[in-house]
Antibody, heavy 117, light 107 residues
Framework: EVQLVQSGAEVKKPGESLKISCKGS????????IGWVRQMPGKGLEWMGF????????TYSPSFQGQVTFSADKSINSAYLQWNSLKASDTAIYYCARRGLGGFDFWGQGTLVTVSS | DIQMTQSPSSLSAFVGDRVTITCRAS??????LNWYQQKPGKAPMLLIHDAGSLQSGVPSRFSGSGSGTDFTLTISSLQPEDIATYYC?????????FGQGTKVEIK
């Protein structure tokens, strides 16, 4: 069974750093792109970009380029989303998802990130 | 960026009704169009990929059609468990973009 399990909710202060994780199982993790999607409170879905775990090839959405960093460790089937300096506007649920033949066919449960002073 | 526009933004229908949601792309995306269902408090779920291919495990009352710039998601007989927000997404060109969502409720 394909599963993506994300790390738990985080509460941070503005300016702090954060790294959240997404661990895949039940399939060949290295050979599927992993995407990240943001959902701000009460809002729609925003595509942040992709990472290919086999070689860490990355595509960022221009809206998120320079604001976040993707990484992956194929040896432990995990992908990561990182911020160096959080802002209140980063408060959102962040989903990882597997890129299948068409679209995102499996999703993580989401990680709620709250940034508040 | 390719803009995706869904209509309506929300709708209310009776159980058993046929429901149609449309999605328009700002430029041609061939058939690189996916539909997702998101229930409250849950992660999205892929319903339809490549405009008309039903994802494994999705009930057959869901169907998709279209190509180029105009696409449709149809629920042939609305069920109570279909209460959700539905999103289209283009995967023709980076950045992938989503529609703003259509909230479906029961009358």
């Amino acid at each position: 069974e394909v599963q993506l399990v994300q790390s738990g909710a985080e509460v941070k202060k503005p300016g702090e750093s954060l790294k959240i994780s997404c661990k895949g199982s039940g399939y060949s993790f290295s050979t599927y792109w992993i995407g990240w999607v943001r959902q701000m409170p009460g809002k729609g879905l925003e595509w942040m970009g992709f990472i290919f775990p086999a070689d860490s090839d990355i595509t960022y959405s221009p809206s998120f380029q320079g604001q976040v960093t993707f990484s992956a460790d194929k040896s432990i089937n995990s992908a990561y989303l990182q911020w160096n300096s959080l802002k209140a506007s980063d408060t959102a649920i962040y989903y990882c998802a597997r890129r299948g033949l068409g679209g995102f066919d499996f999703w993580g449960q989401g990680t709620l990130v709250t940034v508040s002073s | 960026d390719i803009q995706m526009t869904q209509s309506p933004s929300s709708l209310s229908a009776f159980v058993g009704d046929r429901v149609t949601i449309t999605c328009r792309a700002s430029q041609s995306i061939s058939r690189y169009l996916n539909w997702y269902q998101q229930k409250p408090g849950k992660a999205p779920m892929l319903l339809i990929h490549d405009a008309g291919s039903l994802q494994s495990g999705v009930p057959s009352r869901f169907s998709g059609s279209g190509s180029g710039t105009d696409f449709t998601l149809t629920i042939s007989s609305l069920q109570p468990e279909d209460i959700a927000t539905y999103y289209c997404q283009q995967s023709q060109r980076s950045p992938w973009t989503f529609g703003q969502g259509t909230k479906v409720e029961i009358k």
